[in-house]
């Protein structure tokens, strides 16, 4: 999918470099007019921490430089965060109970950027603006039954 210049400016320079010289696309199934989506996404945090969600606990696997597995290729997705619709679907990707991991919730919003979501595995990929402000986030707690 072809994006304009104006939207790609918001996108930190690691995606926006990329998809300025036409090495990622983002996918054709993109939203990048939405209403908001409820979301879910595993974070890192040891058992008794409970600091607030942050920035850096929406950062791209680009932005950690996390090496790819053998054979696989950077796609846009590489460069966006994954969420998931459901906190079961979260628990189930993530493999959890997991010590060093928690679960924050939020809604996906369109200023925060782009998203395409995969309704069959409930994933949500979503390719943040630089400076946008996850504040919306907060850590659950294993007795929030939410859905």
């Given amino acids: 999918m072809k994006i304009s210049e104006d939207i790609c400016m918001k996108f930190p320079a690691i995606l926006r470099e990329k998809l300025e010289s036409g090495e990622v696309e983002l996918p054709d199934d993109t939203k990048i007019e939405y209403e908001p989506i409820w979301a879910y996404r595993g974070i890192d ?3 008794d921490d409970i600091t607030p ?9 680009a932005s950690l430089k996390r090496r790819l597995k053998r054979g696989m290729k950077k796609t846009a997705n590489y460069y966006g965060v994954s969420l998931y619709q459901t906190k079961t679907a979260v628990e189930n990707a993530l493999k959890f109970p997991r010590p060093s991991k928690k679960i924050a919730k939020g ?4 200023e925060g950027g782009p998203q395409q979501t995969n309704k069959e595995t409930q994933h949500i990929c979503w390719w943040l603006y630089k400076d946008f402000n996850i504040s919306g986030f907060v850590i659950i707690e294993k007795s929030d039954g939410n859905e």
């Avoid at 969600?53 to 696997?61: A, N």
């Avoid at 809604?107 to 369109?110: A, D, E, F, I, L």
């Fill in 107 to 110: 809604y996906v919003v369109q």
């Fill in 45 to 47: 945090r040891e058992r």
């Fill in 53 to 61: 969600v942050t920035e850096k606990d929406f950062q791209s696997y």
